[in-house]
């Protein structure tokens, strides 16, 4: 006998599930947000209806959605610094840059123009950048190349029997002393000065038609040619102490040693920095000087009549760059008889210019 059982009523119940489980995808696909579809790190795009704009390479999968690709926004430039620089005759143009970002795209900086230090002149730099989409943003900056300032120069410097002679140090106690008998043989000299003594004796030495050179703020070789960042900052803190004092921008100057010095061997670490500071010192625009007479009186002279005797005995025809050191007594008492000797001998005394003879020892380190 055959049993008749009765089927409960679950197909329905898968019915009803399967369409549930219809409608919750279809919903879930349907009215998916579109700011999904939209690549990270993008702006979300901004839609009232069914089109919508956005960045080229942005993926859209939605299907029902009609898309305009498209970017006519270029990329925005800010300057770093300021717009306008004034540059000061021969230092050297770092450039602070510019940055640009872009609403779609990864974008860098182009830069144009030079600026050439040694030539006074307005420059312009553009700054620009272009996104994927070719849309070019672009910014200027103006920097203005100073005048260079040239020393108080003097006639031809050219030819022969030419004393210039050159005081180390100072200014000191000794150099308004100095500076009356340089003015009683109306006699102009160079003065390479340190952060020492009083602006008055500086401006005094400016005034009365002396060239005023940079010999380093604090003189001190330890300081100084243990890098070539200490030397800078020593040389333009003394060049801002004359200019501050006088007005005057000097780009006259000497190494503390001479450019021969090995003094400076101690603390460089074998760096060799006086190749290298020669070089940039000059790129800096400035103008170094040696000498070719030593008066001895930082070492071998210890009087009036020694320093007197090393200067006039090594004088022949030629130009000569002398060094003494108005900071000694006895060799500031020194110069009326170098000075007696030479008008008598036919020299003429010429403080140093930007043209000088530079008398450049060989260097050592
Ligand atoms: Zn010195």
Redesign the pocket.
């Known amino acids: 006998m055959r049993l008749q059982v009765k089927k409960p009523p679950i197909t329905l119940f898968y019915s009803l599930i399967s369409v549930l489980v219809f409608l919750l995808c279809f919903s879930f696909f349907a009215f998916r947000p579109i700011s999904e579809t939209v690549k990270e790190g993008q702006k979300s795009p901004e839609y009232t209806s069914s089109t919508i704009s956005v960045c080229p390479n942005s993926s859209i999968v939605d299907q029902n959605l009609s898309v305009v690709v498209g970017d006519n926004e270029p990329p925005t430039i800010t300057l770093n610094g300021d717009a306008e620089i004034k540059l000061d005759y021969g230092k050297k143009f770092e450039d602070p840059g510019a940055s640009a970002v872009d609403n779609c795209d990864k974008v860098s900086v182009k830069t144009e123009g030079e600026v050439s230090s040694k030539e006074p002149g307005t420059y312009t730099i553009t700054y620009s950048a272009t996104d994927e989409s070719g849309n070019t943003g672009e910014i200027k900056r103006t920097v203005t190349v100073k005048k260079r300032i040239v020393q108080q120069s003097s006639a031809p410097t050219s030819g022969s029997k030419i004393i210039y002679l050159t005081f ?2 100072g200014p000191s106690i000794y150099t308004s002393a100095l500076l009356d008998t340089l003015k009683k043989y109306n006699v102009k000299a160079t003065f390479f000065v340190t952060g020492a003594g009083s602006d008055d004796i500086l401006r005094r030495e400016y005034n009365e038609g002396h060239s005023i050179g940079l ?1 380093t703020f604090s ?1 001190g070789y330890s300081y100084i040619y243990s890098s070539t960042d200490n030397f800078f900052a020593d040389l333009y803190k003394i060049q801002n102490r004359v200019e501050n004092a006088t007005g005057l921008k000097s780009y006259l100057m000497r190494f ?2 001479g450019s021969s010095n090995t003094v400076s061997r101690g603390y460089d670490g074998g760096s060799h920095i006086m190749s290298r500071l020669a070089r940039q010192v000059t790129d800096a625009g400035f103008a170094y000087f040696d000498w070719n007479i030593s008066s001895g009186d930082a070492g071998g002279a210890s009087t009036s009549s020694q320093v007197a005797n090393n200067v006039i005995r090594a004088l022949g025809s030629g130009s000569y760059v002398v060094l003494q ?1 108005d900071t000694k007594g006895f060799s500031v008492a020194a110069v009326e008889t170098i000075i007696q000797y030479g008008l008598q001998n036919g020299y003429t005394f010429l403080p140093l210019s930007m043209g000088s003879p530079t008398a450049h020892h060989g260097i050592s380190n």
């Open positions: 180390d140090d010999h003189h503390p040693g050191h």
